[in-house]
Structure formats: structure tokens, C-alpha cells
């Protein structure tokens, strides 16, 4: 199976930028579509960013995505207290039977 | 906007079968493939399994293979997952999504999400 890797933590204060990477384990990321979830403590997931930059319906401009041959990024500007939480990228893997695979997770603090 | 929520989940001993359930509500539940993605306590996500609208399509993470089964029934808005054999490995808090997409040629992403039901195995 694929794997997506991420970094496991990454923080940032308030009304800073921060990015979040997803790389993975074959340079054809130019075949997966991207996918990117928040999961805040004590919530359900919440679906940030589909399709490697699109933002579904209420989902603040605040958060965008992005993706080359070889990675995807999550990008978080004016950062505010409430992003505080866990994020994480997913991707269809279209080999035998087809399967989602999401990467490790990253924790991010907003200090 | 629509709502999914979760039961069945228990203690159950290893080796033992569970059945979880999901209940659509304010969906078009019979139109999108669904899923059901695990948490184990103090870990990521992971994707356990997938079925499309019509049930012809379905997937499985290589963990559960063999072992669960997801069905839905689209005139009860519900879907399922059959748990069989259980190991402790699939102690987990279990979530039922809905994605964007039909499911017919692939899996897309999840917008709705429930609020999951936790599966304990344990002797």
C-alpha cells in the first residue's frame, strides 16, 4: 500500500502562516488527487480541502491547498487559537481494488 | 446540512463478530458511496472500508480483509459494517463519512462525517 508521510507536529502563533506537507512514497503524485481533513479535539473530521486546492462551502479562504509531482502542502494563514488540532492528507490509491490511504497526522499548536 | 450517526459499538471479546451501523439523515444517502475510517486511541486516521450508491463497488484495507464486510441499505438510509474474528489491534473509535463522489470509478473525498462509535477488544 502507499504511504503518506507527514510531519508528526508543527506550530505557529497567532496570525502567522504555517504549511503542512504531505509527501509520498512514489513521484506520481501527479496521478492522486489530494485530500485534506482537520480533526479538532473532542469533533468529527472536517473535510479542509478537496480535489488538491479546492475548499468546500464554508471552509475560510484562510485555508488553501497545494500539490507538485512529488508532494501536497496545506497552507494556514492568519492563524487563529481554534486551528489547534490534528490535520491530516488522504489520497485514493488506484492500484488493485482501490483503497484511501491517510497520512500519519499532523499535530498542530498554536502557542 | 446532512447528519450521520453511528451505533453498535461495545466491549466485545477476541474472536468475536460485531455489527456496526450508520443512520443518514438529510442526505441524499442513496446517491454517494459511504465509508467507514478508524481512529485507534492516540493515533490517525485510518480507512477501513468503502462501498459505492449501488454496492456493486466495494474496498478494504488490507488490515480487515476477509474479516469485515460493509453493505448499505439505501431504502433505510443506513450502512453497515459486519466485524468478524476481531483482534485487539481493532480497538478503535469508528466513524461512517459520506463522499463527494458516487464511488462508480473511485473513491473521492469525505464531506460528512459522524461521530463515531467506539469498538473495545479485549479479554
Known amino acids: 500500500q502507499s504511504v503518506l508521510t507527514q510531519p508528526p507536529s508543527t506550530s505557529g502563533t497567532p496570525g502567522q502562516r504555517v504549511t503542512i506537507s504531505c509527501s509520498g512514497s512514489?513521484?506520481?503524485?501527479?496521478?492522486?488527487?489530494v485530500n485534506w481533513y482537520q480533526h479538532l479535539p473532542g469533533t468529527a473530521p472536517k473535510l479542509l480541502i478537496y480535489n488538491d486546492n479546492q475548499r468546500p462551502s464554508g471552509v475560510p479562504d484562510r485555508f488553501s491547498g497545494s500539490k507538485s509531482d512529488t508532494s501536497a502542502s496545506l497552507a494556514i494563514s492568519g492563524l487563529q487559537s481554534e486551528d489547534e488540532g490534528d490535520y491530516y492528507c488522504?489520497?485514493?490509491?488506484?492500484?488493485?481494488?482501490?483503497?484511501?490511504?491517510f497520512g500519519g497526522g499532523t499535530k498542530l499548536t498554536v502557542l | 446540512e446532512g447528519q450521520l450517526v453511528e451505533s453498535g459499538g461495545a466491549l466485545v471479546q477476541p474472536g468475536r463478530s460485531l455489527r456496526l451501523s450508520c443512520a443518514a439523515y438529510?442526505?441524499?444517502?442513496?446517491?454517494?458511496?459511504m465509508h467507514w475510517v478508524r481512529q485507534v486511541p492516540g493515533k490517525g486516521l485510518e480507512w477501513v472500508s468503502g462501498i459505492s450508491w449501488n454496492a456493486v463497488a466495494t474496498g478494504y484495507a488490507d488490515s480487515v480483509k476477509g474479516r469485515f464486510t460493509i453493505s448499505r441499505d439505501n431504502a433505510k438510509r443506513s450502512l453497515h459494517l459486519q466485524m468478524d474474528s476481531l483482534t485487539v489491534e481493532d480497538t478503535a473509535l469508528y466513524f461512517c463519512?459520506?463522499?463527494?463522489?458516487?464511488?462508480?470509478?473511485?473513491?473521492?473525498?469525505?464531506?460528512?462525517w459522524g461521530q463515531g462509535t467506539m469498538v473495545t477488544v479485549s479479554t
Open positions: 463519512a459520506k463522499d463527494i463522489s458516487s464511488g462508480v470509478r473511485a473513491w473521492d473525498a469525505f464531506d460528512i
Open positions: 438529510r442526505l441524499k444517502f442513496d446517491e454517494y458511496a
Open positions: 488522504a489520497a485514493w490509491d488506484d492500484s488493485l481494488n482501490g483503497y484511501v490511504v
Open positions: 512514489t513521484s506520481d503524485f501527479r496521478f492522486k488527487t
